[in-house]
Antibody, heavy 117, light 104 residues
Framework: QVHHVQSGAEVRKPGASVQVSCKASGYIFTNYVIHWVRQAPGQRLEWMGWITTANGKTKYSPTFQDRVTFTRDISATTAYMELHRLTSEDTAVYFC??????????WGQGTLVTVSS | EIVLTQSPDTLSLSPGERAVLSCRASQNVRDYFAWYQQKPGQGPRLLIYSASTRAAGIPARFSGSGSGTDFTLTIDSLEPEDFATYYCQLRWDWLSFGGGTRVE
């Protein structure tokens, strides 16, 4: 059974960084892309980018590419998203999702990141 | 940048009725087009990909159609568990989502 278990809620001050993890199980980790998508309160879904788990290749949305980093640990079947230089506008639920380069087959439960002074 | 516009914002229907949700792209796109369902407090669930292919385990009452700039998600005979928010999504140089349609 496919599972994505994301790390717990985080609170950060403006200017700080945050890392969210996504532990995958129930499928061959390296066969899929992992997308990161966020959703601010009451807002639409916003795609941040993806990482090819087999070789670490990344594609970032222009909106985030200068302050986001995706990595993965194949042995731990875990993907990571790190967002830097946080502002209050980064307060959102962050999702990881398994998929192809075109869409997302299976989503995690989401991680709430709150940015507040 | 390709913008996706969903309509209507909210659809008020009763169980057993048909729901027709629309998504318009600001320019012609290929069929890297998908629909997702999201319920409060949950991550989205993929319903349709490649514009018209149902994802694994999705009931036959969900269907997708369209091409070019106009795409449609149809839910025949709404079940109680179908009341949720629906998002369209497109792959072009990047990926983007529509603003969502809430079915209530």
């Amino acid at each position: 059974q496919v599972h994505h278990v994301q790390s717990g809620a985080e609170v950060r001050k403006p200017g700080a960084s945050v890392q969210v993890s996504c532990k995958a199980s129930g499928y061959i980790f390296t066969n899929y892309v992992i997308h990161w998508v966020r959703q601010a309160p009451g807002q639409r879904l916003e795609w941040m980018g993806w990482i090819t788990t087999a070789n670490g290749k990344t594609k970032y949305s222009p909106t985030f590419q200068d302050r986001v980093t995706f990595t993965r640990d194949i042995s731990a079947t875990t993907a990571y998203m790190e967002l830097h230089r946080l502002t209050s506008e980064d307060t959102a639920v962050y999702f990881c999702a398994r998929g192809s380069e075109s869409h997302m087959f299976f989503w995690g439960q989401g991680t709430l990141v709150t940015v507040s002074s | 940048e390709i913008v996706l516009t969903q309509s209507p914002d909210t659809l008020s229907l009763s169980p057993g009725e048909r729901a027709v949700l629309s998504c318009r792209a600001s320019q012609n796109v290929r069929d890297y087009f998908a629909w997702y369902q999201q319920k409060p407090g949950q991550g989205p669930r993929l319903l349709i990909y490649s514009a018209s292919t149902r994802a694994a385990g999705i009931p036959a009452r969900f269907s997708g159609s369209g091409s070019g700039t106009d795409f449609t998600l149809t839910i025949d005979s709404l079940e109680p568990e179908d009341f949720a928010t629906y998002y369209c999504q497109l792959r072009w140089d990047w990926l983007s989502f529509g603003g969502g349609t809430r079915v209530e």
